[in-house]
Nanobody, 116 residues
Framework: QVQLVESGGGLVQPGGSLRLSCAASATRFSINAMGWYRQAPGNQREVVARITSGGYGTYADSVKGRFTISRDNAKNTVYLRMNSLKPEDTAVYFC??????????WGQGTQVTVSS
């Protein structure tokens, strides 16, 4: 069974930066589109960035220009670089596959809190 392990979250001041990592124990990681998702209290989980197997990233309007998704297929890892963080970016961040791939079991996520 595939396991996803997210890391790199924390408490950061507005305007700060974080880099999230997600390691997948999947033998076919490289062929799947991957996404970073987030869920704030009381909100539904939403996708903030996705990346094709070939490394092309697309972003939600709310994070465009501030977040960068990347992947290292040799390490079965996907990253999310987050700059110019805002309080509204506060959420638990998860990674998973992106359509049309079937979702894997969700990991525990990593908490990002943006506050002064």
């Amino acid at each position: 069974q595939v396991q996803l392990v997210e890391s790199g979250g924390g408490l950061v001041q507005p305007g700060g930066s974080l880099r999230l990592s997600c390691a997948a124990s999947a033998t076919r990681f490289s062929i799947n589109a991957m996404g970073w998702y987030r869920q704030a209290p009381g909100n539904q989980r939403e996708v903030v960035a996705r990346i094709t197997s070939g490394g092309y990233g697309t972003y939600a309007d709310s994070v465009k220009g501030r977040f960068t998704i990347s992947r290292d297929n040799a390490k079965n890892t996907v990253y999310l670089r987050m700059n110019s963080l805002k309080p509204e970016d506060t959420a638990v961040y998860f990674c998973n596959t992106y359509a049309p791939a079937t979702l894997w079991p969700w990991g525990q996520g990593t908490q990002v809190t943006v506050s002064s």
